[in-house]
């Protein structure tokens, strides 16, 4: 693609992108024409990304005690959950509208 300096200019990110991608970018300049090309190699954006470090520094990983005792708590609020849930009743939201459409009817 060839396009005047002005141009160039406007859209000199754009074209520099095109350019990193391996795509002809020339522009003209008092009448000279000029190619940009990246310089060695071009690399993709995933290749720039820096690492980071997610465990939080002095954590030993190899240590295997923290799983017990997370579980531990899992089981126990799971029990909790289910001595509290006395399963399915008919004091349910739907029993107390059938009563009510039935106290409608009546009047």
């Known amino acids: 693609m060839e396009v005047p300096i002005t141009r160039f200019r406007k859209d000199l990110f754009s074209l520099a992108d095109r350019a990193l991608e391996g795509g ?6 008092k009448g000279c024409r000029l190619k940009v ?10 290749s720039r990304v820096q690492p980071m470090e997610i465990v939080a520094s002095g954590v030993d990983l190899e240590d295997q005690s923290w799983k017990q005792d997370i579980l531990q708590e899992w089981e126990q609020g799971w029990d ?9 009743s008919r004091d349910s939201s739907a029993a107390k509208r ?8 009546r009047q």
């Open 24 to 29: 002809d970018v020339w522009f003209t300049h």
């Open 37 to 46: 090309v990246p310089e060695g190699k071009p690399l993709s954006k995933l």
């Open 80 to 88: 909790n959950q289910l001595r509290s849930s006395p399963g399915p």
């Open 98 to 105: 059938a009563n009510k459409s039935k106290v409608r009817r």
